[in-house]
């Protein structure tokens, strides 16, 4: 039974294409923690879009350990009270704040130790992602990479918080749980990533990035 999500889906829906790991035997999604520092070495340098002056500058920080021998990464679900994406699955982050983080990189570790208990001083963060914008709440949301040497005891603040979970890589890439849906028509035509995990579905900008990340990780 996945989450219980509030999804905006339009009337008009069209199926994409099978994920780049759909290929790939169950124990090649099965990842430890070392094979995946190595291939993010491998990463491209990101992508940064030039400032646009009504959106906001924000960071999210997606913290993986190892557990089992495979690795996992930390999300969020967010309360209802939020002012913003309500019971949304995400990662822990959230605006840059020039007066605090000399970086963005800053803000979304320092968002984190905030949000869910982890000490930036436990975090190693080893990779930057591709700057991504979304278009209701007028983001742009830079994405880094923390690796954790253990597996961490969280706090999570339940005014941000609601609950706070991990799940390994090979999860996310099992058969059936994530898929692509294209919303529109023409060139208003939006690809909208779907992870439907047991208890939690993981929608928008947060499976945005995960399918982006795990299509770079498994294309190495």
Known sequence: MAGAQRIPRPPTIRLGGAAQWAGLAPE????????????????????????????????????????????RVILTRRPDTMPSHRGDVAFPGGKFQPEVDPTLRDAALRECEEEIGLPRSEVEVVAELDTISTVTSRFL????????????????????????????????????????????????????????????????????????????????
């Open 141 to 220: 949301v830079a994405p880094y990479v923390g690796v954790l040497d253990a597996v961490p005891k969280l706090v999570p603040d339940p005014r941000e918080v609601e609950r706070v979970f991990d799940v390994a890589l090979s999860e996310l890439m099992a058969d059936g749980v994530h898929r692509e849906e294209h919303w529109g028509t023409g060139v208003l035509t939006s690809g909208v990533h779907i992870f439907e995990l047991e208890d939690e579905t993981v929608w928008g900008l947060t499976a945005r990035i995960l399918s982006g990340f795990l299509t770079l990780l498994t294309g190495l």
């Open 28 to 71: 090649d999604r099965r990842l430890p923690l070392d094979e995946v520092r190595r291939r993010i070495a491998g990463f491209p340098e990101p992508q940064r879009p030039p400032r646009v002056p009504d959106m906001q500058a924000a960071a999210v920080l997606m913290p993986l350990f190892e557990a089992g021998g495979e690795t």
